[in-house]
């Protein structure tokens, strides 16, 4: 799956492979098939509901003083519609669905495997929920990082072409890229340039975000759980683990919003000649301050709730209900 991203050469899989191998050697006896297939369908489903507001939060992220074009989620999705078309919404969505299933399946079963292994007569501290969820978030970022780093360069692209229509002042300068790239071009370009590191840009902004996410979301999940199947033998009724997951998943993406804000800048190759470029993430940081103020931070922060919300929930209820399981008991089971 991740060779319909990175092309041709297998070296930059090579890091992927080697986590899935090792995570198949220790969660097989575990149920790892049926995690990685619930991680997947979940992760299809969410995208595919949530992707347009999530193309609305890039573009709002990334737009700095001077050179606005989007004064709201709505307001982007109405241009975005306009100058693009209705698929416009999705571009950058088929790099999402293709690695997502990884992604999803690697944060949900690694998190049930270190609380699993940290927990003691089937009881788990607040302390050691929050661990394992930074072994989730830990884990899958070795997906997230290349599958982010295309993914906003194709979401922004609509954006940067408006920006050249509108006020062709603000293209920088040597830029004659005029026809959106395709991820398979971005990525041979990045491998071309920069090799491996260049899929990996962000890679600590993607960390700083992606663990405390997972710290917060997962012990908040499984008490919210619990808290909801009070006097319920077994696992929580459906709707218990939905809104959970979307209380859940709604705090900890605003709660690192401002980490996200930094990722998306860091990550995004083509600028306007009078938007600021970033060497790194402090660097980043004080010229976010300098410029345009603390509330820069919080930019897109309602629509990255909006997103995740509902992609947390979704996951949440396949997870727990146990499609991935359903589906494997239609195979032959094998003698010992």
């Known amino acids: 799956m991740c060779c319909c991203v990175l092309g041709q050469d297998t ?3 090579l890091p992927l492979v080697l986590l899935l191998t090792l995570v198949n050697v220790w969660w097989w006896s575990e149920g ?10 979940a992760g299809l489903i969410g995208v595919t509901c949530v992707f347009p507001i999530d193309l609305a939060k890039t573009r709002l992220q990334n737009q700095q003083n001077g050179s ?3 004064t709201s ?9 306009r100058s693009e078309g209705y698929f416009g919404m999705y571009r950058g969505a088929a790099v999402n669905l293709t690695l ?4 999803k399946a690697i944060k949900l079963a690694a998190n049930d495997f270190f609380r699993h292994h940290l927990s003691k007569d089937g009881k788990l501290t607040l302390f050691k929920e929050m661990l394992a969820g930074c072994g ?3 884990c899958q970022v070795i997906v997230t990082t290349p599958m982010e780093m295309l993914k906003i360069q194709l979401q922004d692209a609509g954006r940067i072409a408006a920006q050249r229509k509108l006020m062709p002042e603000t293209v920088a300068a040597g830029s004659v890229e005029t026809k959106s790239p395709t991820a398979m071009q971005l990525t041979r370009q990045l491998l071309r340039e920069k090799g491996i590191a260049g899929l990996y840009k962000g890679l600590g902004a993607t960390l700083l975000r992606d663990v405390p996410f997972s710290i917060i979301y997962f012990p908040l999940f499984a008490n919210l759980n619990n808290f909801g199947k009070r006097g319920i033998e077994g696992p929580a009724p459906f709707y218990v683990s939905f809104i959970s997951g979307c209380l859940a998943g709604s705090t900890a993406a605003v709660a690192v919003n401002p980490v996200d804000v930094i990722k998306t800048r860091l990550q995004s190759l083509n600028r306007g000649s009078t938007e600021d470029t970033y060497s790194g993430v402090t660097d980043c940081i004080s010229k976010i301050m300098r410029n345009e ?5 919080l930019k897109g922060a309602y629509c990255r709730a909006l997103v995740i919300a509902p992609l947390f929930g979704i996951a949440q209820v396949v997870y727990f209900l146990g499609v991935g399981e359903f589906l494997l008991s239609f195979l032959p089971k094998k003698d010992n």
């Open 11 to 13: 070296s930059p899989s």
């Open 32 to 41: 790892l098939p049926a995690k990685l297939i619930n991680g997947g369908i």
């Open 68 to 70: 606005r074009l989007y």
């Open 73 to 81: 989620m709505s307001d982007c999705l109405i241009k975005t519609i």
């Open 100 to 103: 997502v299933t990884p992604e």
């Open 136 to 138: 989730a978030g830990t």
């Open 293 to 297: 103020g603390p509330a820069a931070f």
